[in-house]
Every structure is written in C-alpha cells, then in structure tokens.
C-alpha cells in the first residue's frame, strides 16, 4: 500500500527504520519473506499450536511467511525445501510465489466461491478436519475508525466461521486484531466459541502498531 505524503523525511525515517530493525534482517538472513514469521513463530512455541502431520490453514498468506514457518515446522530437520511431514493450504487475494509442498489458492476469502474451492481442496487431499488455522487477514484501512473497524470484524467473523465448521476439536485459530472499536465483541465472539482464549502481541510487532493476536484452542 502506498501512502502519499508531503515529507520526505517521513520517508526516510520509515526507511532507516525498516532496514535497521533486527527482525528484518533476521528474516533476510532466515530466509523468510516477511519479519512476520516471528510473529507466528511466538505465537507457535507459547502455545505449542502446530505439531508435525498437522493440516494447517493459512489465511492473508501473502508474501508468504506464515507458510514458510509452517513448512519448516514441518520438515524433520527444520529445512525450507525436501521432506514434509504435513499439509499446508494457503489463501490470499494477492498473488504469492510458490513455497515447495504449499498448496496455494488465490482468491477472496469473503466470496462463497473462493471458500468452496478452499473445501473442495481440503476434500482432495484426504483432510476432513484442519488442525490450526492461521489469519494474518487485514482490510484495505480507510482511515474511518466505524468503518475500519466493521471490515476487520468481519474478516474475524469468517474465519472463526470457517474454524467452527472445519477444526478438530481440540483444533486452534489464530487471527489478527486491532485494538479499538469491534476488539471486545471480537473477544466474546472466541469465547463462544473456544474453550481458551489468550491475546499476545509478539515481541516482533512494532511498538506503535495496535495490533494484537488473538488464539481460540479446543471447539466448545
């Protein structure tokens, strides 16, 4: 996304932030395509979510980092390419470059379509439940807090949707939030649904970011 702006400063200043903050060039040198790996990474090893032979579900995958974590987590060795011990589906509306044993479909998760053929994959590969579902899925912001604010929930609302209805159930989700307007209904929504809930801001999101994740384990 570009944002306009009158000072260049501003510019620079995001720049020389970016190329001198330590979990991106943790990730340059992991491999990994976006510092965001660290933050599913946390997540993963707080509540040991994802185990070997698991079938997870990547939602908002682009550029594709989640997956990638999720495919190492997978290999004996750790490794980014050769054995995988499990089944990764990725889904975002912006196009992603292959990740070896990542299957990959483009499209928007709100259209009944692109949901359909997210099912009809899963039935393809032998999966009848998924094991942990992932969204790092985040609107388009308009800068209108109301309006922002019902685009993100609705997102939420999706994939808890979609987790009710293909999870095991002792099965996990996790989804991004933003603290504000829809956070508390979003909290109760999981409580309904998930017999533990447990927000965590990893320590790799930026101190300025209002963005918070939060983890549904074991269907009620």
Not at 3 to 24: E, F, R
Not at 140 to 151: E, H, M, T, V
Request: proline residues 5%; contains cysteine.
């Amino acid at each position: 996304m570009k944002v306009k702006t009158n000072s260049k400063k501003v510019n620079k200043a995001w720049l020389n932030q970016h190329v001198t903050d330590p979990y991106v060039r943790q990730a340059q040198k992991d491999g990994y395509r976006a510092r965001a790996a660290y933050k599913l990474k946390e997540i993963d090893e707080t509540f040991g979510l994802i185990k070997p032979g698991d079938c997870v579900v990547d939602l908002g995958s682009a550029p594709g980092a989640w997956s990638q974590y999720v495919r190492r987590r997978f290999n004996p060795d750790g490794a980014a390419v050769g054995a995988l011990n499990g089944t990764i589906i990725s889904l975002d509306l912006l196009p992603m470059e292959p990740i070896e044993g990542v299957h990959f479909i483009q499209g928007d998760f709100r259209d009944d379509d692109v949901l359909a053929q997210l099912e009809e994959t899963l039935k393809a590969k032998g999966m009848e439940a998924v094991n942990v579902v992932v969204s790092d899925m985040a609107p388009n912001l308009s800068g209108i807090a109301d309006a922002d604010a019902a685009r993100i929930s609705h997102l939420v609302e999706l994939a808890v949707d979609f987790a009710s209805r293909h999870l095991v159930p002792d099965g996990a989700l996790v989804v991004k939030l933003f603290h504000g307007a829809g956070y508390d209904d979003m909290v109760k929504l999981f409580r309904q649904t998930f017999k533990t809930v447990k927000p965590l801001k990893p320590k790799s999101s930026r101190d300025r970011s209002s963005e918070t994740f939060l983890i549904g384990k074991g269907l009620k």
